[in-house]
T-cell receptor, first 113, second 112 residues
Framework: AQSVTQPDIHITVSEGASLELRCNYS??????LFWYVQSPGQGLQLLLK??????LVQGIKGFEAEFKRSQSSFNLRKPSVHWSDAAEYFCAVLSNSGYALNFGKGTSLLVTP | ETGVTQSPTHLIKTRGQQVTLRCSSQ?????VSWYQQALGQGPQFIFQ???????GRGNFPPRFSGLQFPNYSSELNVNALELDDSALYLC???????????FGPGTRLTVT
């Protein structure tokens, strides 16, 4: 079954520093991949998605992600983190069925002054 | 454009009771999916409704059931509540392009 793994449970970065959140997928064909962000008490907000084509995708809030087939990865990056970026980040892959999203366990981001 | 809304925000139930959660999809969306998010975990797919029919189901028992109405709003019903049903229940809506799902704020269910 299609699945994603987020190796880092917690990450702490200083405000203004760069950020990279890791996501590894398990899927035979080209996966449909997503990054979502969840702030406390909020639902999930879609940051960006990858279906095909250019392997570097741009999203909202200054985030980008790069699809690397050779590494089975879809890491999320941001060049300069803001305090408001502190949240839970989820990587997800569309299932074979085409209707369910399979999520990772999430990475909790803490931003320090 | 109105986003996905869910009600109620919070709910406390006793083991063995039944609960109904509600979701209004985003304007123009005809597909609704439900997810369960336990504390510290990622969301898990429960089922999806498309044009009032169940379109797919995850690994959840039959006591989890749902409905979709002609206006594309949806209900999630859970019978015989168990303590492990305590979670955040998320509703997501989408169009026929199933892969872009937009989530509501969720309903926090506590079973005591």
């Amino acid at each position: 079954a299609q699945s994603v793994t987020q190796p880092d449970i917690h990450i702490t970065v200083s405000e203004g520093a760069s950020l990279e959140l890791r996501c590894n997928y398990s899927y035979g064909a080209t996966p449909y991949l997503f990054w979502y962000v969840q702030s406390p008490g909020q639902g999930l907000q879609l940051l960006l998605k990858y279906f095909s084509g250019d392997t570097l995708v741009q999203g909202i809030k200054g985030f980008e992600a790069e699809f690397k087939r050779s590494q089975s990865s879809f890491n999320l990056r941001k060049p300069s983190v803001h305090w408001s970026d502190a949240a839970e980040y989820f990587c997800a892959v569309l299932s074979n069925s085409g209707y369910a999203l399979n999520f990772g366990k999430g990475t909790s981001l803490l931003v320090t002054p | 454009e109105t986003g996905v809304t869910q009600s109620p925000t919070h709910l406390i139930k006793t083991r063995g009771q039944q609960v109904t959660l509600r979701c209004s999809s985003q304007s123009g969306h005809n597909t609704v999916s439900w997810y369960q998010q336990a504390l510290g975990q990622g969301p898990q797919f429960i089922f999806q409704y498309y044009r009032e029919e169940e379109n797919g189901r995850g690994n959840f028992p039959p006591r989890f059931s749902g409905l979709q109405f002609p206006n594309y709003s949806s209900e999630l019903n859970v019978n015989a509540l168990e303590l492990d049903d305590s979670a955040l229940y998320l509703c997501a809506s989408s169009t026929d392009r199933l892969y872009e799902q937009y989530f509501g704020p969720g309903t926090r269910l506590t079973v005591t």
